[in-house]
């Protein structure tokens, strides 16, 4: 049985919302929080962003992998970050940006990862 909890999230400085997505569907596996915005939405359209990305890094021959993506808006953080225990699952939390600590939330999110039982 998996364990899906993403409540653990919401401990985030400026916690706004959080999702775990498959990026081969684009369905959001569990969301939390996000009452301000369409989560089921933002998992679909982020799907895209990161399909994008791998798709350039494979074009030009970086072997490497994406730790997270990073979007800045003018009031919030969205950070995508792909799960290194599973390539096709990722993370995506939306920050307000006023109150968020970005370095903090994306060391928390590592940490988070290794919480998440998929057995």
């Given amino acids: 049985m998996s364990k899906l909890n993403l409540e653990h999230l919401h401990s985030l400085a400026g916690f706004v919302g959080a999702a775990l997505v498959d990026s081969d569907s684009g369905m959001a596996l569990g969301m939390t929080g996000g009452a301000e915005l369409n989560l089921e939405l933002a998992a679909a359209g982020n799907t895209e962003v990161l399909r994008a990305k791998r798709r350039i890094a494979e074009q030009l021959g970086l072997n490497d ?10 009031r919030q953080y969205h950070l995508l970050r792909p799960l290194e225990s599973n390539g096709a699952l990722f993370l995506y939390v939306v920050l307000d940006r006023a109150k968020a600590n970005l370095a903090m939330a994306r060391h928390e999110l590592k940490a988070f990862e290794k919480t998440l039982d998929f057995g």
């Fill in 65 to 74: 992998t994406i730790e997270d993506i990073l979007i800045t808006l003018a």
